[in-house]
């Protein structure tokens, strides 16, 4: 546990993907924080309302205040995280390492997640009528990106388990709540065998397990 005890608040969603990202790494590192709810659904989305752009401009979720410090966008703030509290590690130490993980975190990051998130599903409801059901745009583009990330990741020999014990980091804070979102829309997953055996034993884990979603205090208002 870091000796730093500078207050740390979150603005977050208890589905946003983004902010459950920040939430395991905040909870991987031992970090306490105060959680406060915005709801992205209720009355045209309570992070477009004056008061939340004040605190974030771009109206989007999550934001981390450290005492007077306002962060924001999940991958910036988990950096900042990994720099300000090194206690646990979220990357390797190897500088090679540290640019492949960074490199799976950014296809989730910025390549799958922003086309997949509730501005776009807005989008295409006020495109195509508010029926439109948009399970096939979402597993389209999260398939390709699962796809790509599968094939990256080591083969193990048959039979060898991932151990229970082997330490998640960034990459992981990032797949997670990834594949959370594809379960949500019905993506079928049974092709991504490697990217599974990951996030079940990620889910098996204290801080995914408190930081999954249906545990957040806002879950139960939804």
Known sequence: MTADHTALVLYSYWRSSAAYRVRIALNLKGLAYQQIPVHLVRDGGEQLSEQ???INPQGLVPVLLHGEVVLTQSLAICEFLEEHYPDYPLLPS???ARARVRS???Q???EIHPINNLCVQKHLKSRFGKTYDASDWM???MGNGFE???QQLPQRPANEVIDISEPPGLFECFL???VYNAERFRVELGDYPKIMEIVTRCRNHPAFISAAPE???DAVLA
């Open 52 to 54: 939340f752009r004040g």
């Open 215 to 217: 545990n957040q205090p």
């Open 139 to 141: 597993s389209h583009w």
């Open 176 to 178: 997670v709540p990834q």
């Open 104 to 106: 799976l975190v950014l």
């Open 94 to 96: 190897d500088s090679v």
């Open 148 to 150: 790509a990330i599968e």
């Open 108 to 110: 989730i990051a910025c």
